[in-house]
């Protein structure tokens, strides 16, 4: 069980998760915090990785708790974190599902390469470099995404997206929609 705060996931269409977030400057005791309540929230929304801004926190930093192609478990904290993704020439795309927590509900199939590697600092400012494979790459790319104001859906073509956010929007206004 995560030590922080739960906070409410923010869902598209607020203004936060659609603008890149702000470098952090400070590694100190707030920063500390903001990554125990973004722990605590992926973890009570049942998600593998949460990005600040979906908790309305415009900083470049995610969290992250998932498997990797070997089904080992990566967990850690991401703080201005640069995405390197493969060369074109040895790059191979997962055409797995994808969702968000921003987006509760619906999934759709995005291709994003299998292999993905983020640089960046952990909440003391320390360097950290984490490669990813599977669900891990897949995490680490949809993170950092979020980080410039994109979410998964504006990833798809316009006819899956909008696919996904009637599905989202008939979840939001029909209760009973999630059970059956």
Known sequence: MAAGQVRPITLVGTPV?????????????????????????????DGV???????????RVFVYDCPDEDGERHKGVVVNPVLELPALENRRLDDGDEGCLSVPGPH?????????????????GAAVTVEGTGLLARCLQHETDHL?????????????RKKVLKEYETLRTEPDALSG
């Open 17 to 45: 998760l659609h603008q890149p977030c702000r470098l952090v400057d400070d590694f100190d005791a707030a920063l500390k915090e903001l990554a125990d309540d973004m722990f605590a929230s992926m973890y009570e929304a």
């Open 49 to 59: 990785g949460l990005a600040a801004n979906q908790i309305g926190v415009a900083l």
């Open 108 to 124: 759709a199939r995005l291709a994003r390469p299998d292999r993905a590697t983020v640089h960046g600092f952990d909440v003391t």
């Open 148 to 160: 410039e104001g994109r979410l998964y859906i504006d990833r798809l073509s316009s006819r899956a």
